[in-house]
T-cell receptor, first 115, second 115 residues
């Protein structure tokens, strides 16, 4: 099973709301990633978790708060977002975060709209 | 910093024609290179990757790519296009000089296939 699942598929939220995105994988991977993809743009890395510890934060605003409760689960907590944060949020996983040849497996994404 | 450049934001071919999507890399050290495909409203799927084992890399769905150091290129080809190949294609590089795998994507090429 090489599947990464993400919920919800779509999310609409106001600027004062608090919501969470969820990502799950059962491939035994020890690295998990969050990417942000704006329309007609490539994905941009936001966070990297390795063995459930935050390893890379690409200067992401604090209104995005990642969490890795266990090796299979990755959350992205959202608070006080701006309309420009509207995008497709992709989760990915790979065997090891420090192995540069590993394949990253992507989920289908959560399409977020901030009103 | 390592980067990739994809020439042509859109490529149009007829069904059965050769597909050629261009990717050039910029790196001070031999890079690891990836091609991903993204179908509408979906996540990314790995087509193939170059990990320095062989310069000609064969991937899924009949795609292949050749790593050419002299040209700093990693172009993606398929001998005969199929309607189902219509999608967005991203070239990506993963640097050896960073502690963790950080995929940096090109701007993408949309492949259009006409009957």
């Amino acid at each position: 099973d090489t599947e990464v699942t993400q919920t919800p598929k779509h999310l609409v939220m106001g600027m004062t709301n608090k919501k969470s995105l969820k990502c799950e994988q059962h491939m035994g991977h020890r690295a998990m990633y969050w990417y942000k993809q704006k329309a007609k743009k490539p994905p941009e890395l936001m966070f990297v978790y390795s063995y459930e510890k935050l390893s890379i934060n690409e200067s992401v605003p604090s209104r995005f708060s990642p969490e890795c409760p266990n090796s299979s689960l990755l959350n992205l907590h959202l608070h006080a977002l701006q309309p420009e944060d509207s995008a497709l949020y992709l989760c990915a996983s790979s065997q090891e975060a420090y192995e540069h040849t590993d394949t990253q497996y992507f989920g289908p994404g959560t399409r977020l709209t901030v009103l | 910093a390592q980067s990739v450049t994809q020439l042509g934001s859109h490529v149009s071919v007829s069904e059965g024609a050769l597909v050629l999507l261009r990717c050039n890399y910029s790196s001070s050290v031999p890079p690891y290179l990836f091609w991903y495909v993204q179908y509408p409203n979906q996540g990314l799927q790995l087509l193939l990757k170059y990990t320095s084992a062989a310069t000609l890399v064969k991937g899924i769905n009949g795609f292949e790519a050749e790593f050419k150091k002299s040209e700093t290129s990693f172009h993606l080809t398929k001998p005969s296009a199929h309607m189902s190949d219509a999608a967005e294609y991203f070239c990506a590089v993963s640097g050896k000089n960073t502690g963790f795998q950080k995929l940096v994507f090109g701007t993408g090429t949309r492949l259009l296939v006409s009957p």
